[in-house]
């Protein structure tokens, strides 16, 4: 069955440069990019008027972040222009350990989408955590067979690599053995740090937040994964590498992007507008998030429109606007005018299910479990930066006689963390800034990467119910105000996922979204999302788990009180 | 062992950028690009400066054309700072089959220079010919399994492809499914047949010979190699490729170069030299001749100085002359101050030996074998293009009645081919123009792809006294008048390659080189290079082989008589 899209304009990403052509396709590969009369097709569609474009390619996501399912999520991405992404279970992982693999793994099998895994190699992220498996090294090779698996995923122990860990060289030795790629992550590690994090094998970053740091990695042979997410936006910082020469060694990637953010702004075509809106290359910025991406995972004959190449590729009403209208995936049309035709979710057997539907364990929680006790005036607070992942320090007179501590005047909150896999009754407990909360209590069994239950609170009770909610669902997220639940996100699927349409599950996360809001948090802090992070112990400085406050730079615990 | 490189500038081919920093080495590997003291290595290199940049890759050589062993070759293209190679070994393979791509395979163990091999697609390179060998899918299969083949080398069968010719399809098919790579030869080729060549799998060419048809492979997805040979000299036509983005999909390769050009112009950093005198970017150009040659092979962790690289780099005493003074491979110094240190041979079997050094099986030759039939006064004489493969027809009327219809002062002379493996006693004759002899003959037993002798002269005696001379040299070149035999070089390793050293070697091909000279032909139109070419049947449009002449486009033997 040969198709030809006749009268299109091709975006040529070898050349950076557009050309009025038309283009054969025939079974899923494309056979030609020249003139053709109808007679040498079975079935054609007229795009004049229209741009042609290879289907864009997302290099690091975490399918959990996005709540959905493999197949919602590909629903949700195709009808922007995805046509591939590259994933890394590892929040998942982090909560079934293998059992999530594999779950990510049959889930996403078959797909319009191309779902390409990368293995998660810090689970637990560090030592510190206390997540729901361990993967080690053994655990990870027999995945590798698998042509689906590229490599090993985001290596955030940098702190290991460099000091030369043998667990973790380990992991790295074996993925580079089996002629896989090993990704990166280490914000704000530089000169001869990393050096010695680059020469062990790690080809990329996305955890760059400036120029300078972007530009160092460049120059020392990584990729740069310039990430758009919901917290950590960093593509506005990271503008000028939208030029040469920094563009050719360049991706564009979301890696964790709320439903509702994927539903209303888009996914990678919402980078390359925002890209083209700041005066940049949009032939280039779709080269970046095209042949390179396939480039930097040795995809082959992926991400080009050119003979030879596979036929995912994209009909554009504008170019400016990356205004996607149909899309293929091998050669098939998945979303016609705007509109996905419809996906069939891939059959899974019931013990892989039964793993990841059932992964709490842990007591009923109550109002004095979040009294803190007062062992001194002056405390930690961990203090949050809006946009970033990054968080700071910041030492705080406390005022115990008033609400145990909490202080809304200067946004001064409760957050707590709570052991859910074992029931080991282990919980951290700390104050934040920069959520601003002005009542009531939010929870959620997201928070990176052990994804134990974290609470933030106005006050002892509404934290005990908003933890409840979340325990009674087996994973979700919730906001609570004067003991009433006011809003509620059930995540099934290892307290991290829902079993709900990408449409329904947006409309209960934008639910529960502005009912946060209407207590007092803005947008600009993404609440639920920043909160998500404040327990993941690999990004600088202060962060939380279940045993207390957690010093990042120096990898251990500290107290509460100074 | 820690190896230190101080204060150089190095070239960074990320950025195309210079930048001042030490360069520390340790096992084979770069570990950083930094500011270093002296106690953190084990020996210290000053080069205060100097130029550090990563080594130079040939991405598409035939060694035999070198007529050196591939020790003898190392030694003389170190020196001028190539570090890598990939060769075709089809040259011995049409005369010696899979023992002649064994003997380079043993041959090139564990040199200094990186080996690279594709298999040959094409022995012999099309069905009219008489080669010593036939290679077939099968044969090949099994050498995909050492680490240093790449892939499949120049599919010369375009016609094959392009027309679904099975066997042709079938080679193809076993590089890809090997995961390996597929080299392209398709000179002129254009418009959809090139679309179809693309789209079966061939990702390179090296026959471009005008900006235009290289920029439609660039567009097309294809990597093209800018050659620069002997015969073939394309670089100054495609000169323009070196533009941006053009730049960014080509690379630079030699071919087929004769050891004295090697020994007296260079090797790859005499193209860098020669773009750089054009005013194009040197960085650029080192870009193109390291990184992108290794991306174009799929070479991971070669062609850059950063870390994690293989320590494979030069120190240039001057950027703009490429001026290689010190040259590293694999982290050891090989060459020292424009001195190569000594390289072992690798120690070959008797039995591979036996296979390639007795390859010759033919009668001797009498002065009446090159007295041709006066059928018609209407002859079809092949004229040479300089600086090209490609030859043209041109209709003459010969006068037999003078010297059997040689006409020195229409620079017509006989050219004859003849059959030296089986001793068929076949052989081809024919009239050629653009040699420039005046008197006496040559021959060799270099005639692509078969390398059956080849022999052009002015007078029949003097041809059959120089194809005798080859012969009972058991393989080599030969330049002959009045019977007396003026100059010989001694190839007798299949009839391509000597045993002599590169600098012995070079001395001889020039004493012969000067002979022909002598005797009439010019260095422009380089004789022994192109008499070597006018037998090979994949470039257009007349040639000639053991049964005659050859229409390429038709792919058919063709009277030499109109």
Known sequence: MKTLLKNGTVVNVFTDSLCEK??????????GVDSYTDTEADHIEDVTGKYICPGFIDGHIHIESTMMTPTELSKSVLIHGTTGIVADPHEIANVCGKAGIEYMLKASENLPLSVFLNLPSCVPSTPLDESGATLTAEDLMKFYDNKRILGLAEMMNYYGVVNGDKDVLRKIEDALAKDKIVDGHAPLLTGRELDKY???????????SSFAEGSERIEKGQWVMIRQGTAARNLEDLIDLFDEPWNRRCILVTDDKHPSDIYNDGHIDAMIRMAGAKGKSIPKAIRMATLQAAQCFGLKRMGAVAPGYRADLLVLNSLEQVEVRDVYCNGVKVVNDKKVIEIKEPELDEAILNEV???FNVEKQSSTDFIYPEESNRCRVIRCIPGQLLTEEYIADINWSENNGIDLNRDILKISVIERHRNTGHRGIGFIQGIGLKKGAIASSISHDSHNIIVIGTNAEDMACVANCVIEQGG???AVCDGKVLSKLSLPIAGLMADLSAQELSRQHEHL?????????SEEVAPLMTMAF????VIPYLKINTFGLVDVTEQKQISLYV
């Not at 979204?513 to 948090?521: A, D, N, Q, V």
């Open 22 to 31: 038309d283009v054969l396709i025939e079974d899923g590969v494309i056979i």
């Open 198 to 208: 680059v020469a062990a094998g790690v080809q990329s970053d996305h955890e760059c």
């Open 357 to 359: 539907n059932n992964t």
């Open 476 to 478: 979700g997220c919730a």
């Open 513 to 521: 979204m502005s009912t946060i809001y209407s207590m007092g948090s």
């Open 534 to 537: 404040i327990s993941l112990t």
